[in-house]
């Protein structure tokens, strides 16, 4: 068929061109938006490759997040909670204290773990708190790259961030404690930037985090900080006396807030109780001082002497906020190693904005062709890189919670760090029993012959009291009147480690016997007194004494 003049395509000419490229554009644009939210950032593969760094080579991997047994009693009050749709009032898992009132003060964590397990075992729990922990990491990342600092400064500090934290990271109530207060921190420096009315937000965020873990106050205390650090700064002239007026009333608004709880005010005087105990310092090692050892601690002490040398700097100019924040945790921290996850999130990303102004100072005197003004032009390159984030993260812990990703399948606490094997050869016998065991693996019995099993003392240190926690100490650790307690409550079966003082007591005790040991447990079972009462009389080299009186344990 000949081609006529019009059947002739159309030659695009100069005024129809930016016509045509403006049809395209917009299909170019969304060609871009689709390459920018499928392809990766530098920022989505620092996000994952830390947590997974550190977890792949840990011994343990992230059976790590379950060596705290405390999980294990939290799982079974949320279960209690969704089964009854009602708050937790009395106690549920203790023959020492059966009934008495007892605050579930994490009620709603609990609700969210249990929910977890219901799910996907404690598989889905250890998980949860490795996206936990790894959100941690990035938002601690962000705020130092938000605060300037380039991606040679930042991600050493994010590495002594997550391995600094790892101390206590575990599948627990308070990992939500550690995330809120970096967050609460960056959502505070953002407003004192540029003030704006979402700060009144951190009022309803307080409703959530108090229903979470007993932590909430860290976000008071950084509230009231804040406000003290403004004022101070109102007196030499840096700020208007309105702004920590502002922040004052912020802080009274969150405490108010606060009380929002299924225990109103009770919540606040219990956690003050709670956190002025001193005989709980003696029991749980995370209340206890750090001790400077192992390479987490390592990571934590060069950030402690940085962060105090950079709020001297900060106090000679003036700059009060900041240093008031960093010296108030580092003090939290020395007491108790549980804040030091805390106090890492709140002093690096003053401690990196300082470095980079460092950085910047050497760079600049160097010249572009030295080391550093190499460096800085590649930093420069990757910055856009930091700040884009893609579903990508999300979307590959998705799948690890969801058991898609081939991970090491998890379907009990460590064996190494709990009598997994002694329960179930002898969980039949335990349940029969008034037992004796040390505080975690009573949390472990919680979790799997509950409610079958009730014990003496468990993780709850807090709620069992100083006079009870005195005897528990007492016969662990075997002291005089370890056998005047062991009558007091009645035990016939005692499970510990080999270690502990009151076991080596009892292998040579003529009044009970040894039902097995794996080597990483002992197992005990009282004698009968008939027989009990023999072996005491040769034991003591009397065998013609006449016998003692039976006397029944009910």
């Keep these: 068929m000949a081609t006529t003049p019009d059947s002739l395509p159309d030659i695009p000419t100069a005024a129809s061109r930016p016509q045509a490229e403006s049809c395209r554009a917009p299909g170019a644009a969304r060609a871009r938006l689709w390459t ?31 060596v705290d047994g405390d999980t294990g009693w939290h799982i079974r009050t949320g279960e209690w909670i ?188 219990h956690t003050l109780d709670y956190l002025r105990a001193d005989h709980i310092r003696n029991i749980v090692g995370e209340f206890r001082s750090p001790s400077f050892r192992g390479e987490p601690m390592l990571h934590y002490e060069l950030v402690l002497l940085a962060a105090c040398a950079v709020s001297g700097l900060l106090l000679a100019r003036r700059r009060f906020v900041a240093p008031f924040w960093i010296l108030f945790w580092a003090h939290a921290s020395l007491q108790s190693a549980r804040h030091i996850p805390l106090f890492v999130a ?32 590649l930093a420069e390159g990757f910055g856009r890189d930091l700040r884009r984030m893609t579903p990508w993260p999300a979307v590959v812990l998705g799948l690890a919670v969801a058991g898609v990703l081939p991970l090491p399948r998890i379907d009990d606490f460590p064996g190494e760090h709990f009598p997994a094997g002694m329960v179930r050869k002898h969980g039949a016998l335990m349940q029969e029993a008034r037992i004796l065991t040390k505080d975690q693996w009573a949390d472990y019995l919680i979790y799997r012959l509950h409610p079958r099993v009730k014990v003496f003392f468990d993780g709850r240190s807090d709620f069992y009291g100083k006079d009870l926690a005195m005897e528990y100490l007492g016969m662990m650790e075997g002291r005089h009147d370890w056998r005047e307690l062991l009558e007091k409550y009645r035990f016939d079966t005692v499970l510990l480690p080999p270690g502990v003082p009151l076991a080596s007591l009892l292998k040579i005790s003529p009044e009970w016997t040894v039902v097995d040991d794996d080597g990483a447990a002992v197992l005990f079972r009282r004698k009968p007194r008939t027989e009990a009462a023999l072996r005491q009389r040769v034991f003591a080299g009397c065998s013609n004494c006449p016998p003692s009186a039976p006397n029944e344990i009910p």
């Excluded at 920018?36 to 997974?52: E, N, W």
């Excluded at 809120?180 to 540029?194: K, T």
């Excluded at 904005?353 to 032009?377: F, H, I, K, P």
Aim: with cysteine; aromatic share 14%.
């Design 36 to 66: 920018r939210l499928l392809q990766p950032s530098l920022f989505d593969v620092l996000l994952l490759a830390v947590p997974l760094w550190f977890f792949g080579l840990a011994e343990g991997g992230i059976r790590l997040l379950l």
């Design 82 to 269: 969704l089964a009854n749709r009602s708050f937790v009032h009395h106690d549920l898992f203790s023959f020492s204290k059966a009934g008495e009132p007892w605050f579930a003060w994490e009620w709603l964590a609990d609700v969210i773990l249990a929910l977890l397990h219901s799910w996907g075992g404690l598989q889905a729990v250890a998980l949860f708190g490795l996206v936990v922990g790894t959100l941690f990491c990035g938002v601690v990342f962000r705020m130092m790259v938000w605060r300037g600092a380039n991606f040679w400064v930042a991600l050493p500090l994010a590495f002594a961030a997550f391995t600094a934290a790892t101390l206590h990271l575990l599948a627990r109530p308070h990992i939500f404690t550690m995330l809120f207060v970096p967050l609460a921190a960056w959502w505070i420096q953002a407003d004192l930037r540029r003030p704006s009315p979402w700060i009144w937000l951190l009022a309803p965020f307080t409703v959530l985090w108090a229903n979470l873990h007993g932590g909430w106050l860290a976000l008071v205390s950084l509230l009231g900080l804040a406000s003290a650090g403004l004022a101070a700064e109102s007196v030499f002239g840096q700020r208007q006396w309105g702004q920590a007026l502002r922040y004052a009333a912020l802080t009274a608004a969150c405490l108010a807030a606060s009380l929002v709880n299924p225990y109103g005010w009770k919540l606040h005087a």
């Design 346 to 377: 709140v002093a690096l990303p003053f401690v990196a904005g300082e470095l980079q102004q460092l950085w910047d100072a050497w760079a600049a005197r160097g010249g572009r062709r030295s080391t550093l003004g190499v460096l800085t032009e």
